[in-house]
């Protein structure tokens, strides 16, 4: 909708520390958007706000889809597929962690920044599964 770019790869990034970085792909002109669209992200994914940064995009309407920022329309238009962003993103962590500890990928879950296994007590970090969700294929 609206030419957004559901694709985690380009709007998420986890560094090795665990720090997420969320684009902002819209101006900040007063309405909170530059705050707004990454915590529907950020939300999503189940990452501890503390340890998000979020970095403006640069002009690229191929790249991040369209970045008219007028009318005050970008949380009406961009809820959904922020949300989509942030549950790909979820989703590739959960996947890496599910394949590292040979369990199916329904018995893990994001919760507050990392991925837990709760049958054994395990939990990971998204930093330490960063390069490996990085690989997974976006859901």
């Known amino acids: 909708p609206h030419g957004v770019v559901v ?8 560094a090795p520390d665990g720090i997420v970085t969320i684009v902002g792909h819209r101006s ?16 999503e994914m189940e990452a501890d706000w ?3 940064k979020v970095q403006q995009a640069h002009g690229d309407e191929v ?3 369209n970045q008219d920022t007028d009318g ?11 949300r989509q962003i942030g549950a790909s993103a979820r989703t590739m962590l959960e996947q890496a962690a599910a394949k590292r500890w040979g369990v ?7 919760v507050n920044h990392e991925v ?7 939990k990971l970090g998204f930093g330490e599964l960063a390069a490996d969700a ?5 859901p």
């Open 104 to 110: 199916p990928a329904t018995e893990v879950k994001a």
């Open 63 to 65: 790249k991040f889809g």
């Open 134 to 138: 990085a690989k997974e294929s976006v």
């Open 116 to 122: 837990v296994h709760s049958a054994s007590g395990r």
């Open 50 to 52: 503390s340890r998000v």
């Open 72 to 82: 005050s329309r970008s949380t009406r238009h961009y809820l959904i597929p922020m």
């Open 28 to 43: 900040e002109m007063g309405t909170g958007v530059r705050t707004s669209l990454p915590l529907i992200v950020a939300e």
């Open 7 to 14: 694709d985690p790869r380009v709007f998420v990034s986890v």
